[in-house]
Structure formats: C-alpha cells, structure tokens
T-cell receptor, first 111, second 115 residues
Framework: QKEVEQDPGPLSVPEGAIVSLNCTYSNSAFQYFMWYRQYSRKGPELLMY????GNKEDGRFTAQVDKSSKYISLFIRDSQPSDSATYLC???????????FGTGTRLQVFP | ETGVTQTPRHLVMGMTNKKSLKCEQH?????MYWYKQSAKKPLELMFVYNFKEQTENNSVPSRFSPECPNSSHLFLHLHTLQPEDSALYLC??????????????FGSGTRLTVV
C-alpha cells in the first residue's frame, strides 16, 4: 500500500463547476499537508498549506483535512480554464526532511 | 533573483556526452532535493542534501552524480545517459531543520532529452 493515494484523473469539468480533489494516506503521524499546482512543463508551486485537522480558505480554494479518516481535500469554487493543471497533494510528519507526494490529479476545465 | 533557479531550462544531449544541471536557491533554506518527473509518472525523489550532506540516495544509477558545494547550490552531473533518462528534472529546497513543515519551493525544472 502506498503511503499516499491520489486518483490520477483526468478530471474534466465545465467552467464554473466546483471541483473536489482528494488524497488518502496511511501514516497517522502526518501533520503538515500541502497542495501543489503544476502547469504543463513547469515546476510545482505551493497552493495551499494546512496544519493538522480543519479547513483553510484562500479565495476560490479551500483545503480540508480530516485526520480521523486520513483524508484531505482541495475544493475549487467557480473553476476557470486557467485552473487546468495537475494538482499534487503532499504531506509530512515534521520530523524528516522529505515530503511524501501523491501521484497528482490532472484537472481540465473547459469553457 | 528570488526563489529557486534552475539552468539550463532545456538540454539535449547525446548518450556519450557529459553535462551538468545547476540549481541555486535564494531562500536561506538548508535542504535541497533533486526529483525526476517522467511523462505521466509521479515525482521520483533522487537525492536529498541537508546542510551540504547527502542524506538520501534513492538507488539512483551512478550515471547521475550530485554535488552540493554549499547550502545554496546543487548540481547534477550527467554522463553516458540513456534515452529513458529523458524527463523533467526538478530541484527543490526547504527549511529542513526539524523536518519539512512548510513544504518545498521548486524550481521550474530542466527538460532533458537524451538522443
């Protein structure tokens, strides 16, 4: 079993839709959770960061962590074609110098 | 210049060539990483350096040779590569003391093509 599971997609939605991206994980020691966005042929950029359980909102983006279920989500409201990218979840227990990444979900938002 | 800078952005090399990839970070981070990203595959961790010391070599073939002269610079020396080594090579840095808490900052990557 992989430490982090993420559906690779692709996920195709119309402009304006609400998008839900998810990851599950197996290591209960993970406390720090991130979402990265990667456009084609570019490096990943940090989109959202959360610590422990709860929600965090930034504009159209909401990150949610449910540690009891070992499940994290990224919601995108009013999705735009410019949101078309690969979204990677990543997490850490805070004790090692490595992040554990999901495989990434490719999102396509069509006009 | 800020962030993590990788050069060159694109590289085409023959299987007998020797080339180097360069990464420089201006963030005051102490940990640096090399990742390989092949088409439609997840990120593959190659090497980790923390305070210039290599802390991880993820069973990478010896035709890839990393070098970290200081906490701000990281190189990946390439020689006698194979076509399957063609990929996007990403450098990242983090404030690694006490563990990665705030994530990595990635460079834009070097798109390598081996012919």
């Amino acid at each position: 079993q992989k430490e982090v599971e993420q559906d690779p997609g692709p996920l195709s939605v119309p402009e304006g839709a609400i998008v839900s991206l998810n990851c599950t994980y197996s290591n209960s020691a993970f406390q720090y959770f991130m979402w990265y966005r990667q456009y084609s042929r570019k490096g990943p950029e940090l989109l959202m960061y959360t610590y422990s359980s709860g929600n965090k909102e930034d504009g159209r983006f909401t990150a949610q962590v449910d540690k009891s279920s070992k499940y994290i989500s990224l919601f995108i409201r009013d999705s735009q074609p410019s949101d078309s990218a690969t979204y990677l979840c990543a997490m850490s227990d805070g004790n090692t110098d490595k992040l554990i990444f999901g495989t990434g979900t490719r999102l396509q938002v069509f006009p | 210049e800020t962030g993590v800078t990788q050069t060159p952005r694109h590289l085409v090399m023959g299987m007998t060539n020797k080339k180097s990839l360069k990464c420089e970070q201006h963030l005051g981070h102490n940990a640096m990483y090399w990742y390989k990203q092949s088409a439609k595959k997840p990120l593959e961790l190659m090497f980790v350096y923390n305070f210039k010391e290599q802390t991880e070599n993820n069973s990478v073939p010896s035709r890839f040779s990393p070098e970290c002269p200081n906490s701000s610079h990281l190189f990946l020396h390439l020689h006698t590569l194979q076509p399957e080594d063609s990929a996007l090579y990403l450098c990242a840095s983090s404030q690694g003391v006490g563990g990665v808490i705030y994530g990595y900052t990635f460079g834009s990557g070097t798109r390598l093509t081996v012919v």
